[in-house]
């Protein structure tokens, strides 16, 4: 079931509830379920990491390192990057008061930067002339 993007005190304290509940059931040091955690980072991402993890008694920094990865995309690797990869970039996923750096170097030791401020070009286009190019 997806979340609502404004999540409530109420989701804290039941998410409290159900690790209470987990937590009654398993023995100490088990892992908790990726599920738990992906609630726990959906709900400190609203809430704050400090004060999800002090109310449900959860790591700090395992908690803050999984709020980063809910919250920041995933990048491709670099090798499909090269000349002759595919990289597709979804310009309706770029917010209109973006502030990015794009950057694109050839092994050939050419290079390409864009600096979105607002608006997001053609970037498909911007690419593909660069890597054409001689």
Not at 97 to 102: D, E, K, V
Request: charged share 25%; net charge neutral; glycine share 6%.
């Amino acid at each position: 079931m997806a979340r609502a993007e404004g999540t409530s005190r109420r989701d804290l304290h039941e998410l409290a509830e159900r690790l209470a509940e987990w937590r009654r059931t398993h023995a100490v040091g088990a892992r908790i379920p990726d599920c738990l955690w992906q609630w726990a980072a959906e709900v400190a991402a609203h809430h704050g990491v400090s004060r999800t993890a002090t109310t449900l008694k959860l790591d700090y920094n395992g908690l803050k390192r999984r709020v980063a990865e809910e919250t920041t995309p995933a990048l491709p690797l670099a090798k499909s990057m090269l000349p002759g990869g595919f990289l597709e970039l979804d310009p309706g996923s770029i917010a209109t008061s973006c502030l990015c750096t794009i950057e694109f170097e050839k092994p050939c030791g050419s290079r390409l930067r864009i600096e979105l401020r607002g608006s997001a070009p053609d970037i498909e286009s911007l690419s593909r002339s660069f890597w054409e190019s001689p």
